[in-house]
């Protein structure tokens, strides 16, 4: 009878011992037989292996073992006797819950019967939480494709959005290069309209110029009536 168990101690089912050391279920029962085999003791319900925290341990043992299974087996029962010869040789405190067990054989049906069920209501909520967990796992990917769709809308909607900004940037430039432009022209032609009509002003002083002198000319030398008249207009 096995005395290194601890009270409220975890148990665990074949497929959980699986899933938490990572091997197949029917590697399990293979390791758990050859345990057996060398006389290792384990917690059973009928037929049906219990395992607990340190069955755990002597199943990673045969696991990484480089060893023939056989002979870490062999270790591994040594090392479990030794813990059950300092279990029993020291005096344990036993729990209420354990000194009040019914003697009735039927009672005592009935409280295995009860920690079966909360054996089974626990693996119900474990079962559920890795259910919970997977599905989190879902989400959790779904919002990372989510996140990586956004990021690339915004990408691609910055892009676009430079794209337009350079567009309208070079219009810009254009346009102002051509008013430039233009107003460059409207000032050439203003300024030669100016120096054209500055010529033309200067050649009608000249002709005014001309016109007084031969005036004062002919005033200064006055003739005969049609002698003056006609030198007014002589070139």
Request: zero cysteines.
């Given at each position: 009878?096995?005395?290194?168990?601890?009270?409220?101690?975890?148990?665990?089912?074949?497929?959980?011992?699986?899933?938490?050391?990572?091997?197949?279920?029917?590697?399990?029962?293979?390791?758990?037989?050859?345990?057996?085999?060398?006389?290792?003791?384990?917690?059973?319900?009928?037929d049906r292996r219990i395992f607990v925290?340190?069955?755990?341990?002597?199943?990673?043992?045969?696991?990484?073992?480089?060893?023939?299974?056989?002979?870490?087996?062999?270790?591994?029962?040594?090392?479990?006797?030794?813990?059950?010869?300092?279990?029993?040789?020291?005096?344990?405190?036993?729990?209420?819950?354990?000194?009040?067990?019914?003697?009735?054989?039927?009672?005592?049906?009935?409280?295995?019967?009860?920690?079966?069920?909360?054996?089974?209501?626990?693996?119900?909520?474990?079962?559920?939480?890795?259910?919970?967990?997977?599905?989190?796992?879902?989400?959790?990917?779904?919002?990372?494709?989510?996140?990586?769709?956004?990021?690339?809308?915004?990408?691609?909607?910055?892009?676009?959005?430079?794209?337009?900004?350079?567009?309208?940037?070079?219009?810009?430039?254009?346009?102002?290069?051509?008013?430039?432009?233009?107003?460059?022209?409207?000032?050439?032609?203003?300024?030669?309209?100016?120096?054209?009509?500055?010529?033309?002003?200067?050649?009608?002083?000249?002709?005014?110029?001309?016109?007084?002198?031969?005036?004062?000319?002919?005033?200064?030398?006055?003739?005969?009536?049609?002698?003056?008249?006609?030198?007014?207009?002589?070139?």
């Amino acid at each position: 009878m096995r005395r290194d168990i601890q009270p409220n101690e975890r148990a665990f089912s074949s497929k959980e011992v699986a899933e938490e050391v990572g091997i197949a279920t029917p590697t399990v029962r293979k390791y758990g037989q050859i345990l057996e085999r060398n006389g290792y003791e384990f917690l059973k319900d009928g037929d049906r292996r219990i395992f607990v925290q340190t069955d755990i341990g002597a199943l990673i043992a045969l696991r990484d073992t480089d060893k023939p299974l056989d002979d870490t087996a062999k270790d591994i029962v040594s090392q479990q006797k030794e813990r059950l010869e300092e279990s029993s040789g020291t005096e344990v405190a036993i729990s209420d819950t354990y000194e009040n067990l019914p003697q009735d054989p039927n009672q005592l049906k009935e409280v295995l019967m009860f920690v079966v069920n909360e054996l089974a209501a626990t693996r119900e909520m474990n079962a559920k939480l890795t259910n919970d967990m997977a599905q989190l796992k879902t989400t959790v990917s779904r919002l990372q494709q989510d996140h990586h769709v956004i990021s690339s809308t915004i990408g691609n909607s910055a892009q676009k959005t430079n794209v337009k900004i350079e567009k309208l940037t070079e219009q810009q430039k254009n346009y102002y290069e051509t008013m430039l432009q233009q107003e460059q022209q409207k000032s050439e032609l203003l300024q030669k309209e100016i120096q054209s009509m500055r010529e033309e002003q200067q050649k009608e002083w000249r002709s005014q110029n001309d016109f007084n002198n031969r005036l004062e000319e002919a005033i200064q030398r006055p003739k005969d009536k049609w002698s003056l008249f006609f030198s007014l207009f002589r070139k």
